[in-house]
C-alpha cells in the first residue's frame, strides 16, 4: 500500500509527484525498515528501467527535507529509515539486522539542548551488540 502521507509531504515541500518518485514512496511505505539505496535501486530498476541510483539519491534527500526519512552512517555505508522518531539503532553483530531502540530518557535530547545551548533536531545513536532475538535464541 502506498502511504499517502509521504505524498502529501512531499508535495507541501514544492516537490512534484513524478512516476519515479512514486516507485520509491512505494518501496519505501512498503519497508518499515532500515534499507539502503541499492537496495531500493535494484528493485525499483525492475519496473522503471532508466533510474539511476543516483536518482534514487536525490529522491532520498527530497524524502528527508520532507520529513519522511532519516539516514545514519554505519563503516561508510549510508542507511535509510521512515522511522524519524529520535531513536537508537541497534547493529546486531550476530545476524547483521538493525534493531530500533526507543531511547528510555526523552528528556536526554532536551538536556543536551538546554544545557549545552544547543538545538537538537534528531538523534543518530548507534548500537552494536546482538538482538532481542539473537539474545534470547540458542
Ligand atoms: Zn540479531
Ligand atoms: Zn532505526
Redesign the pocket.
Known amino acids: 500500500m502506498l502511504n499517502t502521507r509521504y505524498v502529501d509531504l512531499l508535495r507541501k515541500s514544492n516537490y512534484k509527484i513524478t512516476p519515479q518518485r512514486l516507485r520509491v514512496i512505494d518501496y519505501v511505505s512498503n519497508h518499515p525498515g532500515h534499507f539502503k539505496a541499492e537496495d531500493v535501486y535494484t528493485h525499483v530498476k525492475g519496473v522503471e528501467p532508466t533510474i539511476t541510483l543516483a536518482t534514487i539519491y536525490n529522491i532520498f534527500r527530497a524524502m528527508i527535507k520532507s520529513g519522511i526519512l532519516d539516514s545514519f552512517e554505519i563503516n561508510g555505508t549510508t542507511w535509510f529509515e521512515s522511522n524519524t522518531i529520535p531513536h537508537a539503532n541497534l547493529y546486531?553483530e550476530?545476524?547483521h539486522?538493525f534493531e530500533d531502540v526507543e531511547l528510555p530518557d526523552k528528556i536526554l535530547l532536551e538536556r543536551l539542548s538546554s544545557e549545552c545551548g544547543i538545538k537538537v533536531r534528531t538523534a543518530s545513536i548507534l548500537l552494536k551488540g546482538?538482538?532481542r532475538?539473537?539474545t534470547t535464541g540458542a
Open positions: 546486531c550476530k545476524c539486522a546482538t538482538c532475538s539473537c
